[in-house]
C-alpha cells in the first residue's frame, strides 16, 4: 500500500511539471484570469500543483521565525504576526514593507500563489503603533449598535489594507458565561443573539461588498463557556478549558453566532483551544467536519489557533493526523513549520492523510485567496498609508466610547458643570492610553504608559472643562497640598477616580477575585474626602467587584476599555453625548455568585446580581430599584 501510495505522489508531482513545461500555447493559465469562475481558476490551479506546494499552503507560520526565502522554498501558503511581532520599525510604512517583502517570495514561487497575512486587529489595526484604536468588543456590546459596529469593522479593514494585509482573526464570537475568563472583554456580551447581531455587523464591516478583508469568526465553537479549574494551566484557570453542556444546550447557545456567519459569507474560521465534554476542539471531526462543513455548508477554510494541533495529543505525529482528519485546513505552526511539512508529507505517504484530504483542504484555502482578490492585488500600493489612524476613524471611535459607557449610579453628580472651581483627577487608569486600551494593543498582553498615540481620559476632561476650571491631576490621589483659606484640605468641586485593570490577554488575565486593587481602593479613599461629588469610572474589561465602592461614589460609569479616543469619555461626562449604553454582562455583587446559573437567576434579593443584563442609567432617568436593592444589601 505504501508503495503505491508513493507511486501516486510522483506521477501526481510529475503531472504538474509536465503543465509547467508545455509549449505556452498549450497552457491555459486559466487560474490567473480574473474573468474566470472562482472554482474554475481553482481546478486549473490544483492539477498544476505539487504534492509539497499543497502542504506549503496549508502551513501558516509566525513572521519572526522564517524569512521570506523560506516562504519560497517551502511554499508557505501563510504568514502572520502574532501579539509580539511586528517590522523593525513599527509604522504603517514598516508594516507594508514588511509584509510586501514576504508576498514578493510567493509571488516568485513557479506557480505564483500569494500567501495570505494574517493578523489579530481585534479593535482597530492594534499591532500597529499610531493606528485607531476602538473599544474592545465588550463595549461595543454595551453600545447595542449593529450599524456602528459596522462601520468599525470597515474603518478596522482600511487601516489593514493601507498596510497590505487582509486577512483578520477577528471577529471573536464567544457566548461567554464566566466573566473570570481572560478574554470576557473579546465577547460582545453574554446573549447569543446579540453576539449574533453585533458578530455579524462586525463580519460585515471587515469583509464589504466586494470582499475587502478576510474575516475569521472564532473560536469554533464553545470558548465562551469553559468551566473553572479545567484549564490547561491550572485549578485557578478557565481559559482554554472544557466546556460540559449536552449538544442541546451547545447548539442553542452556542452555534447561532457560526451559523450567521456562515450565511454571511465567512471563508475563514478558527478553531478553539477548548474542548467540549472532553474532546479537544481541534480533533472533533462531528463539530467540525459533519456541523460545520456539512450541516451548516461552510465553504472556507478551518484554521488552527497559535499550535493548536500540538495539544492534541501527546505525540505529534497522532496530533497532527487526527486534526487535518477533523478538519483543519491550516495549522497555524509558528516555529517549527518544517516539522509540520514533514510530518504531513510522512502521513501522506503512510496513508493516514488521504491525497483527496490535501485537496479538499487546499482547494478551500485557495477559495477563500480567489474570493479576497490575492491572486489580483497581491499587496497593498501605499496610496492609503494616511488612512491609519485618521481624524475620520478617531472620530468614529470617539463616538463607539461615548455609546458604550453604562452609567451605574448617578446621585446629581452628572453631568460636570462647566463651572466647577475645580476637579480633582486620580487613578492608575486616568492618564494612561496604555490601560485604556488593554490587551492586543501594540503587543499581546499590552502595556501600561504611552505606548501609542491617543487622548487619555485625563487630558479629555482638562480640554472640555470650562477655561475658569481648575483641573488637578494627582495618580495616587493626594492632594493633600491643596488647602482652604484656614490651612484645612480643599474640597474640590468634583473628585474623578478612574481605577481599572491592568491589562492582559488570554489565560494571563484568568482572575478568580475580580476585585479593585487596595491601592485603588485607597485612593478613592483619599479623594472621597477631599471632593463634594465623587465619581469613580471603572476602566476593565469585565464586571469588577464594587459593591462597596457604589455606596461611596455618587456616580459610578463603566467605561470599559476604550482605547485610543478618550475625548469620548469626557463627551458624556460633561453632558454633551447622553448616556446610552447598557450593560452587555449581568455585573456580580461578589465573585461567589459566579457562574452565574442564568436559568434560575434571582431578581430580588441579596442574592440576586448587583446589575442585570441591560441595565444602564441615563441623564433623564437616575433612579433604579437595583440601586435601592443595593444599598439595602450593604446596610446588612
Known amino acids: 500500500?505504501?508503495?503505491?501510495?508513493?507511486?501516486?505522489?510522483?506521477?501526481?508531482?510529475?503531472?504538474?511539471?509536465?503543465?509547467?513545461?508545455?509549449?505556452?500555447?498549450?497552457?491555459?493559465?486559466?487560474?490567473?484570469?480574473?474573468?474566470?469562475?472562482?472554482?474554475?481558476?481553482?481546478?486549473?490551479?490544483?492539477?498544476?500543483?505539487?504534492?509539497?506546494?499543497?502542504?506549503?499552503?496549508?502551513?501558516?507560520?509566525?513572521?519572526?521565525?522564517?524569512?521570506?526565502?523560506?516562504?519560497?522554498?517551502?511554499?508557505?501558503?501563510?504568514?502572520?504576526?502574532?501579539?509580539?511581532?511586528?517590522?523593525?520599525?513599527?509604522?504603517?510604512?514598516?508594516?507594508?514593507?514588511?509584509?510586501?517583502?514576504?508576498?514578493?517570495?510567493?509571488?516568485?514561487?513557479?506557480?505564483?500563489?500569494?500567501?495570505?497575512?494574517?493578523?489579530?486587529?481585534?479593535?482597530?489595526?492594534?499591532?500597529?503603533?499610531?493606528?485607531?484604536?476602538?473599544?474592545?468588543?465588550?463595549?461595543?456590546?454595551?453600545?447595542?449598535?449593529?450599524?456602528?459596529?459596522?462601520?468599525?469593522?470597515?474603518?478596522?479593514?482600511?487601516?489593514?489594507?493601507?498596510?497590505?494585509?487582509?486577512?483578520?482573526?477577528?471577529?471573536?464570537?464567544?457566548?461567554?458565561?464566566?466573566?473570570?475568563?481572560?478574554?470576557?472583554?473579546?465577547?460582545?456580551?453574554?446573549?447569543?443573539?446579540?453576539?449574533?447581531?453585533?458578530?455579524?455587523?462586525?463580519?460585515?464591516?471587515?469583509?464589504?461588498?466586494?470582499?475587502?478583508?478576510?474575516?475569521?469568526?472564532?473560536?469554533?465553537?464553545?470558548?465562551?463557556?469553559?468551566?473553572?479549574?479545567?484549564?490547561?494551566?491550572?485549578?485557578?484557570?478557565?481559559?482554554?478549558?472544557?466546556?460540559?453542556?449536552?449538544?442541546?444546550?451547545?447548539?442553542?447557545?452556542?452555534?447561532?453566532?457560526?451559523?450567521?456567519?456562515?450565511?454571511?459569507?465567512?471563508l475563514s474560521i478558527m478553531v478553539s483551544f477548548s474542548s467540549w465534554n472532553g474532546v479537544p476542539m481541534h480533533a472533533h471531526d462531528y463539530m467540525v467536519n459533519e456541523v460545520l462543513k456539512g450541516e451548516l455548508g461552510f465553504m472556507g477554510f478551518v484554521v488552527s489557533d497559535w499550535q493548536g494541533i500540538d495539544l492534541v495529543a501527546p505525540d505529534y505525529y497522532q496530533a497532527v493526523v487526527m486534526s487535518i482528519n477533523a478538519g483543519v485546513d491550516m495549522n497555524m505552526v509558528p516555529y517549527e513549520f518544517r516539522q509540520f511539512i514533514n510530518t504531513m508529507n510522512r502521513a501522506v505517504e503512510n496513508g493516514d492523510i488521504s491525497l483527496e484530504r490535501i485537496d479538499d483542504a487546499v482547494r478551500r484555502i485557495l477559495r477563500a485567496k480567489f474570493a479576497v482578490g490575492l491572486f489580483d492585488r497581491p499587496t497593498g500600493d501605499g496610496a492609503t498609508l494616511d488612512v491609519v489612524g485618521s481624524e475620520e476613524h478617531r472620530a468614529l471611535a470617539r463616538q463607539a466610547v461615548s455609546e458604550s459607557l453604562v452609567l451605574l449610579k448617578n446621585e446629581g453628580a452628572l453631568p460636570l458643570s462647566a463651572d466647577a472651581a475645580t476637579i480633582f483627577v486620580a487613578g492608575n487608569a486616568a492618564d494612561d492610553i496604555g490601560m485604556q486600551s488593554g490587551g492586543w494593543t501594540i503587543s499581546w498582553q499590552g502595556a501600561s504608559g504611552d505606548i501609542t498615540p491617543g487622548t487619555t481620559i485625563f487630558e479629555a476632561i482638562t480640554a472640555t472643562a470650562g477655561a475658569n476650571t481648575h483641573v488637578v491631576f494627582e495618580r495616587l490621589g493626594r492632594f493633600d497640598s491643596f488647602q482652604d483659606a484656614s490651612g484645612n484640605p480643599a474640597m474640590a468641586d468634583y473628585g474623578i477616580v478612574v481605577v481599572g485593570e491592568e491589562p492582559y490577554a488570554e489565560f494571563e488575565g484568568d482572575n478568580g477575585r475580580l476585585a479593585l486593587t487596595r491601592g485603588d481602593l485607597t485612593t478613592i479613599e483619599r479623594v472621597r474626602a477631599q471632593s463634594d461629588k465623587l465619581i469613580i469610572i471603572v476602566v476593565s474589561g469585565r464586571p469588577l467587584v464594587i459593591t462597596d465602592q457604589l455606596q461611596v461614589a455618587d456616580a459610578v460609569v463603566a467605561a470599559w476599555l476604550p482605547g485610543t479616543e478618550g475625548q469620548g469619555v469626557a463627551d458624556v461626562l460633561f453632558g454633551a453625548t447622553p448616556f446610552t449604553g447598557t450593560l452587555p454582562f449581568t455585573w456580580m455583587r461578589s465573585v461567589d455568585q459566579l457562574p452565574f446559573d442564568f436559568a434560575n437567576l434571582p431578581t430580588e434579593g441579596c442574592d440576586a446580581p448587583l446589575f442585570p443584563y441591560g441595565y444602564g442609567l441615563t441623564y433623564e432617568n437616575s433612579e433604579s430599584e437595583w440601586l435601592d436593592l443595593a444599598e439595602t444589601c450593604s446596610a446588612g
Do not use: C
Request: aromatic share 8%; no cysteine; net charge negative.
Open 1 to 266: 500500500m505504501k508503495a503505491q501510495l508513493r507511486i501516486l505522489v510522483l506521477v501526481l508531482n510529475l503531472g504538474a511539471l509536465l503543465l509547467l513545461i508545455a509549449p505556452a500555447a498549450a497552457q491555459t493559465d486559466i487560474y490567473r484570469d480574473a474573468s474566470q469562475p472562482i472554482e474554475a481558476r481553482i481546478d486549473d490551479l490544483l492539477a498544476r500543483m505539487t504534492l509539497e506546494e499543497k502542504i506549503g499552503q496549508m502551513t501558516l507560520v509566525a513572521e519572526d521565525s522564517l524569512d521570506p526565502q523560506a516562504v519560497f522554498d517551502y511554499f508557505i501558503g501563510g504568514v502572520l504576526s502574532g501579539g509580539n511581532d511586528e517590522p523593525n520599525v513599527n509604522t504603517p510604512e514598516g508594516w507594508l514593507e514588511m509584509v510586501t517583502e514576504f508576498q514578493d517570495a510567493a509571488l516568485d514561487t513557479r506557480l505564483g500563489i500569494p500567501l495570505i497575512y494574517g493578523i489579530d486587529a481585534v479593535h482597530g489595526h492594534n499591532n500597529v503603533i499610531g493606528a485607531t484604536i476602538f473599544p474592545h468588543n465588550i463595549g461595543l456590546g454595551a453600545t447595542r449598535n449593529a450599524e456602528l459596529v459596522e462601520q468599525i469593522g470597515a474603518a478596522t479593514a482600511a487601516e489593514m489594507m493601507a498596510t497590505g494585509i487582509y486577512w483578520n482573526y477577528a471577529p471573536a464570537l464567544p457566548v461567554v458565561q464566566d466573566v473570570r475568563w481572560g478574554r470576557t472583554y473579546e465577547s460582545f456580551g453574554e446573549n447569543t443573539a446579540l453576539v449574533t447581531e453585533l458578530g455579524i455587523a462586525y463580519q460585515r464591516g471587515l469583509q464589504g461588498d466586494p470582499l475587502m478583508v478576510l474575516a475569521t469568526p472564532k473560536h469554533y465553537l464553545g470558548d465562551g463557556g469553559t468551566t473553572w479549574g479545567t484549564s490547561p494551566f491550572g485549578a485557578s484557570n478557565i481559559d482554554r478549558g472544557d466546556t460540559q453542556i449536552d449538544e442541546a444546550g451547545l447548539r442553542e447557545l452556542y452555534l447561532p453566532p457560526y451559523i450567521e456567519a456562515v450565511n454571511s459569507g465567512a
